[in-house]
């Protein structure tokens, strides 16, 4: 079956996901293609959720810094099933926002693999969810 679009994102990371809303805004026909949850390195696995993480460790070492000059450190210690917890109220809900919000802007949403075979065809494999 052919189906033609004006853009097919490979990728749903926040670049792919900002390009393929902005072409559906301007009335192009899009679809985005990834093998992975949407959202990308940055949102789910690197940049923010290292963020959270980062922040806890400063947090320590910042007090740590201080024993002797006014801070007690004895009792600060991060919980690192709670941490992760915290993580991934962020990370698990980021998935199915951005699905949500492509599809709202007339994207269509594709998981599976996708790959060049010529210039202006894509070969996809998609995956049931």
């Known amino acids: 079956m052919t189906d033609r679009k004006d853009l097919v994102v490979l990728g749903v990371g926040m670049s792919g996901n900002v390009a393929a809303n902005k072409c559906a805004a301007a009335g192009w026909s899009v679809a985005v293609v990834d093998e992975l949850l949407y959202g990308g390195t940055c949102a789910l696995r690197g940049c923010d959720p290292k963020k959270i993480l980062r922040r ?74």
């Open 56 to 129: 806890a460790a400063e947090i320590v070492d910042a007090a740590r810094l201080m024993r002797g000059k006014g801070i007690d450190e004895n009792d600060l210690a991060i919980n690192w099933s709670e941490l992760m917890a915290h993580k991934r109220a962020f990370t698990d809900k980021m998935p199915s926002q951005i699905e949500s919000g492509l599809e709202k802007n007339g994207v269509e949403t594709l998981q599976g693999s996708a790959q060049f075979v010529n210039e202006n065809t894509i070969w996809r494999r998609l995956v049931a969810r």
